[in-house]
């Protein structure tokens, strides 16, 4: 198969994938009935208003989870495909996984030498 009928696939198949969601949408404006209602656009927890604004500054200190969730989050996105061709890559594969783990695992001792893991109250 040539690349042009590769690309014609890979077009066919957005076009039909943004098709059927403009149907999607399309449908549920026409068959759905929206109201307007004072308390739609009013932010509530459980039934009640809330008593704290919509938008919340969070303290920098969650930041460093969310930097240490993403780094592992990612080894993991990382670690599915290259467990798929370890057997046809053979010893490259499993040295460039190695040096790949070990930079992050050098990341997480950086982390842990400044007090990211920490619990903080």
Do not use: N
Not at 16 to 40: H, M, N, Q, T, W
Not at 62 to 76: H, V
Not at 99 to 119: D, E, K, M, T
């Amino acid at each position: 198969m040539s690349a042009l009928a590769q690309y014609a696939i890979l077009l066919g198949l957005t076009l039909g994938a943004v098709g059927f969601v403009v149907c999607l949408y399309a449908l549920a404006r026409a068959i759905g009935r929206s109201r307007a209602e004072p308390g739609k656009d009013v932010p509530a927890t459980a039934g009640s208003l809330s008593r704290d604004p919509v938008w919340v500054r969070y303290h920098a200190k969650y930041y460093g989870y969310a930097l240490l969730f993403l780094a592992f989050d990612m080894e993991m996105a990382f670690m599915y495909p290259w467990a798929v061709v370890y057997r046809e890559e053979g010893l490259i594969a499993l040295l460039d996984m190695g040096v790949f783990l070990a930079i992050l695992f050098l990341g997480l001792l950086y982390g842990w030498s400044q007090g990211a893991l920490r619990r903080q109250e």
